[in-house]
């Protein structure tokens, strides 16, 4: 095993051990070292009334406001009366769509882009649940949707993870179709599926994205926080040390690709711009988060990099 995985992980198969792993990282975005959830992902807090009151702000008393709240240190040092504001916390649903179709059980570096979408989306569950946030999920194979309600406490989570272990491991020893789904019945479901005032996250290589599925994004983000994380493999960006020859197949058809020249690895790396462009574009425009995750690189490896 590479030193780089996490324990238990091959980078190819996924077991429940390696997905209960993270449940111990979460405790490093957790408030108040929330920088690096924050950066990463965001914040996830929501302004509407339930559970709990988090301090917000002091400001000069205003006729109306509880006499419970006046803070008497500030009245005191300036003479005037001044109240806390608080804002009440509810619980948000937080939706995770996990891409395992084909084109994600590829890897030519660390390991295949659906075990670390997988891993990804179990830190994000263990996060979110330690933050009494429910949590639910859509898991994509490109041929069967799975729904997962989104559930509290553990159960979300735990739910999550024993289905992504059972799809990823049944697609990874079953023949492909010939045909797989765009990203359309995903994003239909994850639209039928989110409370409105959920966050959703997409984690995907967003290869199946097409332009048409844009206003399926723009629908889901009417009522919800949308995140995009796109899953790519250095291979995908042209980037390679081999020089050669070498038989390429996405396991439905085969090709040969010439890794020794030149223009064949530039225009490699203009396509997955391209798409990285396309991306980006549709996050400006409709208010998302936009990050970028590599198979090259272990997930903690990764995150504690953005936070340096």
Known sequence: MDKQLSPYSDGVNLCLEELLYFKQHAIHWLPPTRSLWSQVLGHHQSKQLGRGMDFSEVRQYQAGDDVRSIDWRVTARTGKPHTKLFTEEREKPIIIYIDLSISMRFGSKLMFK????????????????????????????GNQLTELKPSSRNQGPLTLIQNLVKLHQ????????????DMSQGLNALNRLCPKGSEV???????RFSEQNQLLISRLRSHNQVRLVQISDPLEAGITDYRGVEQVSDKRSTMWVDFSSRNVRNQIAAAFESKQHELKSLSLSH??????????????????????
Do not use: N, Y
């Open 114 to 141: 659906s075990v670390l979408a997988s891993q990804m989306a179990s830190l994000i569950a263990w996060i979110s649940v330690a933050q009494k946030d429910r949590v639910g999920a859509v898991i994509d194979t």
């Open 170 to 181: 049944k697609e990874l020893h079953t023949p492909p179709k010939t045909a797989q789904l």
């Open 201 to 207: 996250v997409i984690v995907s290589d967003f290869l």
């Open 287 to 308: 208010g998302l988060s936009f990050t970028c995750l590599s198979t090259q690189q272990s997930l903690l490896q990764q995150l504690s990099g953005r936070d340096q």
